[in-house]
């Protein structure tokens, strides 16, 4: 060592480098070289990846059962890996496949076939039973398919919609419905049942947390799970189970967690919440009643029902047969008795004719004593008929005539039978009754009595109280002794007033000429025509008629002036005879309806200096 | 496709339910205003090319039976005060409800439109020049509706809708 130490010496930088060589054998010895060699192996890439090649099974196994991260680190790759080969080359990827694809779609379909043939098979043994009327019934009375009702009554519960929705706003944020379920607009439906929560608890003044959970309704429930942002209502049908709400506590932590960002910043944009729909659709879940195997207890009712029927039949056969036997056995004496049968029978009918005859005559007598009832006729003789009766009597003809209260009666045409109704064919003199109903209704239809005026007739005495004007007591004291019947007649409590205050009918009067002159009647355009059947135009007819009537007992003269009117299109010649027209024809209808000619006149032709298609009114009373 | 929950606000019977009745078509009955003293309606519009739905709240009229509940005004992002152009009151009411949606929390950010209805009945109005520069002054929109003739009812939501998309406004701040 020493020797070498010297001779190096001299030689200055490369023994050095040949020193630190041998340092390094010395100090590393054999491991050094196996340390360059690993290096060599990293830095080559060949040679590294012939290494990892060895472990990389093993390391993903590891990787794989400890976490799984790999999985997610590998799944972009293999979806890429999977697109790619399938774009390159499908039929590559489609072959692999078919081993797997084929059982699986073979299962699908039979499953699929299973489960129809089991519900057809279930509707078939339903279709006798009571529940499955009950089911169409139901199906009619409510409008909906009759598989939706079945479905309906075979589910144990069934998630319909479910429901998420901003907890501030109310703003629904996604929705998702089964199938069959009905649902109104979610929109409003998501935020009427925010401000059913803000309800019950503004009203029963909640405190802290506490907050609305279920909503419940006949088969309806509505289960409501309230997260930090959102709350999300399941709205189900049938009896839910407790999971579900587990479920929606899931749904609803998992929602927040994705989509935590996107709530707080809610500013009405739901299209993000797409991403979390199926969330909501696996809440969509429900669950099919089991069936009880239950006893065939409607076909033993309908057995039973068939044997008591042939039971029935048996014993009535039985019977008949010991009839046929009795008969057999005494034939003559039976013929005999069917001789005297039938004669007995004649005679049974022969009474129930006269029977039924009396029976006729006796509800015939009744609507001749119902005739006779009534003021003002007399039944004087009366005669059958084919068809019914001939009636002959006296009718006064204030009287009702007995076509319009005599009840209609059966005839009798064959014995037992009564199928038409018998005709009464009336024969009546005019008479002046004195019965007093009639006298009374003859009384007032002749005094016109005043409303404060009280008519009546007591015996023979005609008594008449109130307040009557002097002219109307002459003509009392020339009527009554024309009464038939009537002897006297008792003024002592009728007072006699002053003739009638004209002041009461001016007042009457000045209202009516007010609503004469404000009404009108309009036109259509270019029409002069008057439809008589106008409602307005009849009211007007009838203000004039009363308005002359009170005139007339004011004893006062009416005059009205009709002018027309039209709108300023056309010229003005056409116009002014178009306003003529109508004015004219105006008049023409309250003359036909009973107005004296004389009162109206017609003003002068106006054309459309109002600019209006109506005909005015201006009445004067004098 | 945004979202946006209006309120409709004012005293008893200034017409806010006809003014709603007039613009949709409703699914829910109008029982729900005595039951739950609101009802909820939508009406979906483009303003400025964005679709946008209007959740309509028509709340109950604010009178001695029905307080506004505070709960009900929660996470609105506009409203419409209505005022009966021939009740003085109705003016009274509607300026303590404009305060009170200023006050929300970011109740600033809240754009109001307000309704001066029964427009048909304009010769009966009662409002004086003060109180519509009041109401002008407050820098809300003013326009004068009537659902009776259809006069302004649209101008009324599209206005609102228009200032929403403007602002894109929410009021983030919750109440309770």
């Known amino acids: 060592m020493y020797s070498e130490n010297n001779t190096s010496a001299p030689l200055a930088p490369e023994p050095q480098a040949h020193d630190m060589q041998r340092l390094r054998?010395?100090?590393?010895?054999k491991d050094y070289e196996s340390l360059l060699e690993l290096r060599r192996q990293i830095n080559t890439p060949e040679l590294h990846s012939e290494q990892i090649a060895r472990v990389v099974s093993e390391a993903l196994q590891l990787r794989a059962s400890q976490d799984e991260t790999l999985s997610e680190v590998l799944s972009p790759t293999i979806e890429n890996a999977l697109s790619r080969s399938i774009e390159s080359d499908p039929q590559r990827l489609a072959n692999a496949l078919y081993p797997v694809m084929g059982p699986a779609i073979r299962q699908s379909i039979q499953e699929a076939l299973a489960q129809t043939f089991d519900t057809f098979n279930q509707l078939l043994e339903q279709s006798l039973s009571p529940k499955f009327l009950g089911w169409r019934f139901d199906a009619w009375r409510t409008g909906?398919?009759?598989?939706?009702?079945?479905?309906?009554?075979?589910?144990?519960?069934?998630?319909?919609?479910?429901?998420?929705?901003?907890?501030?706003?109310?703003?629904?944020?996604?929705?998702?419905?089964?199938p069959q379920a009905i649902s109104k607009d979610p929109d409003m439906v998501s935020g009427m049942l925010t401000a059913i929560q803000d309800f019950i608890a503004d009203s029963f003044s909640i405190q802290g947390d506490a907050s609305l959970k279920r909503l419940r309704l006949g088969e309806l429930s509505v289960l409501i799970e309230r997260g930090p942002r959102a709350v999300l209502a399941a709205v189900v049908r049938g009896n839910p189970p407790g999971d579900l709400v587990e479920l929606l506590t899931e749904t609803q932590e998992s929602i927040h967690q994705q989509m935590a960002h996107t709530l707080v910043n809610y500013e009405g944009d739901s299209e993000p919440f797409v991403r979390i729909h199926h969330l909501l659709e696996d809440c969509l879940v429900s669950q099919r009643q089991q069936r009880v195997?239950?006893?065939?207890?409607?076909?033993?009712?309908?057995?039973?029902?068939?044997?008591?029927?042939?039971?029935?039949?048996?014993?009535?056969?039985?019977?008949?047969?010991?009839?046929?036997?009795?008969?057999?056995?005494?034939?003559?004496?039976?013929?005999?008795?069917?001789?005297?049968d039938e004669l007995e029978q004649k005679k049974k009918l022969q009474q129930l004719a006269a029977q039924a005859e009396r029976e006729q005559e006796q509800v015939f007598r009744e609507r001749i004593k119902q005739i006779n009832a009534e003021p003002g006729v007399v039944v004087v003789n009366t005669d059958k008929t084919e068809t019914g009766y001939r009636i002959e009597g006296l009718l006064d003809p204030l009287a009702r005539h007995p076509d319009t209260f005599v009840e209609r009666m059966p005839l009798l045409t064959r014995v037992g039978v009564r199928d038409v109704d018998a005709t009464f064919d009336y024969s009546f003199q005019p008479y002046v009754s004195a019965e007093p109903a009639m006298v009374m209704k003859r009384a007032h239809l002749v005094l016109q009595p005043a409303k404060n005026t009280v008519l009546n007739l007591r015996d023979s005495v005609f008594v008449v109280s109130g307040v009557a004007e002097q002219g109307w007591r002459n003509k009392l004291e020339n009527y009554w002794r024309n009464m038939p019947g009537v002897t006297t007649l008792d003024v002592s409590r009728l007072k006699v007033a002053e003739p009638t205050p004209v002041r009461e009918h001016t007042a009457a009067i000045n209202r009516l000429v007010d609503t004469i002159n404000r009404a009108k009647y309009l036109f259509g355009a270019g029409r002069t025509d008057v439809d008589e059947t106008s409602p307005r135009l009849n009211q007007q007819l009838r203000h004039i008629k009363e308005l002359l009537r009170l005139a007339q007992v004011n004893e006062q003269a009416v005059r009205i002036i009709l002018t027309g009117n039209t709108d300023q299109s056309g010229s003005a010649r056409i116009n002014e005879q178009v306003s003529a027209d109508r004015a004219v024809n105006v008049r023409d209808f309250l003359i036909g309806r009973g107005v004296p000619a004389a009162i109206i006149s017609l003003g002068k032709k106006r054309g459309s200096e109002v600019n209006e298609r109506s005909v005015t009114y201006w009445v004067r009373v004098y | 496709m945004i979202q946006k929950k209006i309120c409709m606000l004012g005293s008893f019977s200034v017409g806010k339910t006809s003014l709603v009745k007039q613009y949709v078509e409703s699914v829910f009955s109008d029982k729900y205003h005595t039951t739950l003293g609101v009802k909820v309606d939508k009406k979906q519009l483009t303003v400025q090319g964005q679709a946008m739905t209007l959740m309509l709240w028509d709340i109950a009229g604010d009178d001695d039976f029905f307080k506004v509940r505070p709960t009900h005004l929660r996470g609105m992002a506009g409203t419409i005060i209505?005022?009966?152009?021939?009740?003085?009151?109705?003016f009274d009411v509607a300026m303590s409800l404009y305060k009170m949606v200023k006050a929300l929390p970011?109740?600033?950010?809240?754009?109001?439109?307000?309704?001066?209805n029964k427009a048909d009945m304009k010769s009966q109005w009662v409002l004086s020049e003060e109180m519509l520069l009041v109401l002008k002054e407050t820098g809300s929109a003013v326009i004068e509706s009537s659902a009776k003739d259809d006069l302004g009812v649209d101008e009324l939501f599209s206005t609102l809708a228009g200032k929403l998309v403007l602002t894109g406004n929410i009021s983030k701040g919750a109440i309770g």
């Open chain 1, 25 to 29: 054998d010395l100090l590393l010895g």
């Open chain 1, 144 to 178: 909906r398919s009759y598989s939706e009702v079945v479905l309906l009554n075979t589910l144990e519960y069934q998630v319909e919609q479910v429901f998420l929705i901003h907890s501030d706003t109310g703003l629904l944020l996604r929705h998702a419905e089964a």
């Open chain 1, 293 to 340: 195997k239950t006893k065939p207890w409607f076909a033993g009712l309908l057995l039973l029902t068939l044997l008591s029927l042939v039971a029935y039949w048996g014993y009535q056969h039985h019977r008949a047969g010991q009839d046929e036997l009795a008969l057999g056995q005494s034939e003559q004496q039976a013929a005999a008795q069917s001789l005297q």
């Open chain 2, 82 to 90: 209505v005022i009966d152009g021939t009740r003085r009151y109705t």
């Open chain 2, 106 to 116: 970011d109740g600033h950010n809240i754009p109001v439109v307000f309704a001066l």
